[in-house]
């Protein structure tokens, strides 16, 4: 039996930043007949039986990092999708390789999201064509949008506050340094700084800091 045809699925939330988390959760308030969540993981390992991880790549580890491995490991989570921006083609395959059922796009709406979390959960492998451009999905936020931070600025200096050099945020984003520097920029000077120093200060005043905890049975979930 599908998801659609009884039971919702059951779903798992993962990233760092609570506010990355929150805005993914809420696009699901109209589809809570097909989609339950059970928990928001913010550096904490899950520990509800869910059918559905699904790993926000904001500010995050690449697939090709040791992380998505140890999450695909997990036994309380029968399923890890990641949902994301990057495409790169070795970032996908090594999600796959890695025994990953679902790549998403950050561009999908909530509707389609539903719909391919619910084919993966029927057993298909559901790879999201790469987004010709980034831009912002339905329901996403991050930390300093109210600052007009794009996400992109944002999870750069999420990056910067956790006191990542630029070779390490280019490398975990998949950018060039020259890429880096130019997000580093435009982001300071939408936060009115000008030192690095100053943007970590910033940053941790801000709620640029990784959160240390979970959210338990999101809406009266399971």
């Given amino acids: 039996m599908t998801a659609r045809a009884g039971t919702p699925i059951v779903l798992a939330l993962i990233d760092d930043y609570e506010v990355v988390l929150t805005g ?3 696009m699901f308030d109209q589809y809570r007949d097909r989609i339950v969540i059970a928990e928001i993981d913010s550096t904490t390992p899950i520990v509800d039986d869910v059918d559905i991880a699904l790993y926000d790549s904001f500010a995050q580890p690449e697939v090709d990092h040791d992380e998505i491995e140890v999450l695909v490991g997990n036994p309380h989570a029968r399923r890890v999708v990641v949902y994301t921006w990057k495409f790169q083609p070795d970032l996908v395959d090594a999600a796959l390789r890695k025994g990953v059922c679902g790549y998403l796009s950050k561009t999908l709406t909530a509707r389609e999201l539903v719909d391919a979390l619910e084919a993966i959960h029927a057993g298909e492998i559901v790879v999201s ?3 010709a451009k980034p831009h912002k999905g339905a329901g996403q936020d991050w930390p300093g949008r109210s600052e007009v931070l794009t996400e992109r ?3 750069i200096l999420a990056l910067i506050t956790q006191g990542k050099r630029n070779d390490e945020v280019a490398e975990l984003t ?3 340094k020259n890429s880096i520097k130019s997000y580093i920029r435009t982001a300071y000077r939408k936060i009115g700084v000008s030192s690095r120093t100053q943007a970590v200060l ?6 640029f800091l990784p959160d240390h905890h979970r959210i338990d049975h999101w809406r009266h979930g399971p």
Avoid: C, D
């Fill in 129 to 131: 064509r790469a987004p």
């Fill in 24 to 26: 993914l959760a809420h």
């Fill in 174 to 176: 998949y950018l060039s």
């Fill in 153 to 155: 600025e944002s999870e």
């Fill in 202 to 207: 910033w940053g941790v005043a801000h709620g």
